[in-house]
């Protein structure tokens, strides 16, 4: 009976040995994949930022005022050239 005893305590031993080796190994595999997520997040936020910075570069009013310019050939307005309506008028 000792024997058989110590057969299966001895089993049981090397399963729980490699079920902590296989937990180890699953931890170590998702900090890696963690740290690589939080580096891809930080690229994303690099990344957003920029884009935030180039968007209020492309929209500052010089910019818009000079290609409006020079690609659509656009004038500014001047009072000679308004029109007003008025309301009834034939």
Request: aromatic share 4%.
């Amino acid at each position: 009976m000792s024997v058989k005893l110590n057969v299966l305590l001895t089993a049981l031993l090397v399963g729980c040995a490699l079920s902590v080796v296989n937990a180890r190994y699953q931890a170590r595999h998702l900090l890696i994949e963690s740290e690589r997520l939080q580096q891809h997040a930080r690229q994303l936020d690099i990344d957003w930022d920029q884009l935030q910075l180039d968007q209020s570069r492309l929209s500052k009013n010089e910019r818009i005022e000079q290609i409006s310019r020079a690609q659509l050939e656009m004038a500014p307005l001047s009072p000679a050239r308004t029109q007003y309506l008025t309301e009834g008028a034939p």
